[in-house]
């Protein structure tokens, strides 16, 4: 049966009740555990009272702290103190507000087990919580398919003790990295060279707000460390920053395996190897990603999507800033031996070289490398401060010879000198690429080759689109 709806227009004694108790409802057992009991609030036919329920699976009941910040930018924590029951029924005498920070819970005295969920202007949130007997939280159990639940921070991290598992994200979560006040510890990158993350990851769409990382002189950093021919779709990390040695990338840091429809709009800093979406990879393939953070290396190899890279990139832009050494819009370098392809990519981001040497709008060091790029542009700015002369608008020639690839005039430069000697000038510039010259300029959904771009869309600026965007 649907679950049970109670309408009312409290008045005196019965709306002080309401205002000063939320009910939770959940059971094990035989019981239906999406129950929820809902109240409304019709006094003046305004808005609903946005409610907590918390649905406990696990074998714990005790005392119960719900930790909150009253809005997302404040620095004070405010507590509610309940009970769990053995039925997993969780029972507080109030609420916080609308637009409040779940930001940890506690169970009796044990450590905070940390949310990052968001109540909503008007709608209230299902936490889903599986306390072992001891009060420590566990992973929830799968469902039919196999596919394990992650709603919060302390989930997340759970998939550090079981790395092959398959996960789908399936709610927005905060981070809360760098907010004062709240205490959130640093967060530990998914996976490590000694334990690899071999499994899958669906983020569902979903967002990841305020993740925070500064791991300084460590290598293989960004929301997974490591993976070993893992796949990971529709992760989006909205902001933040994140700082490591080598193998620093926003979704993931080192590894092989396959990224797809996901993006990072997180600062990144390292030293070698600092990507937007992966550090540094081989045997890899990344599809309908993008990022938007600025890319920061002090060493070599920097890009708007992958450091070092050998694989496949399609479909995928860079609209971030590059700083470094040997950078490229998308690759920081096409690396490894054997062939590696870009296709139906761009990038617009300005790079900025700390010399001419291997840096281009699209590939930097690849002259010892063969890889393919095709129906690919940049217009982004390429400029070194100091140097000799090998920077380019497309690729650091090498053996790629670019197929239908555009680039904005005067997009390479040293000094005040324009530099297009990397690039062919039979390939045409902006703003009138010739968008015929190849099969993969082809319009579409995105669900196979030559099907990548918007149609009868641009930017604007007179840049064709990807169909996603």
Known sequence: PPPPRWQSKPTGLVLALIAAFVLFSACRGGSNPDEIIEIIDGANGSTEIPT?????????????????AEKITSKTIKTISGTMAANGTVSLPSQPPKGALIVSIQADTNPPIYIGRLIGSSAGI??????????????????????????????FQLINGTLGGSYKQEADLDFMGGAEGLSVPNWEPVGTSASAFTGTFDGDGKQIDRLSIDKSGIDNVGLFGYADNATITGVHIKNGTITGN??????????TGTISFSSNGAEINGVNQVGGIVGGTTNNILFACYNTGDIGGSGDYAGGLAGSFKGEVTACYNKGNITGYRIGGLLGTASSVGASKITASY??????????QDTAGLAGSSRHYFFDVTACYNTGKVSAASGGYEIASLVYWGNCTPVACYWKEGSANFGNETLEVYDSPSFAEFPTPDTTASSEWGTGDGSGSGKYWKAGTTDGNMLPQLWYE
């Open 52 to 68: 907590i329920t918390i649905t406990g699976v696990g074998n714990y009941n005790g005392p119960l702290k719900l930790n909150y």
């Open 126 to 155: 299902s936490l889903k919580l599986n306390l072992a007997s001891s009060g420590n939280l566990e992973l929830r159990p799968a469902d039919s398919g196999g596919i394990i639940p992650i709603g919060t921070y302390a989930e």
């Open 246 to 255: 080598s193998y620093v990338g926003g979704i993931l840091g080192r590894g």
């Open 347 to 356: 990038n617009t981001g300005n790079l900025t070289a700390g010399f001419s």
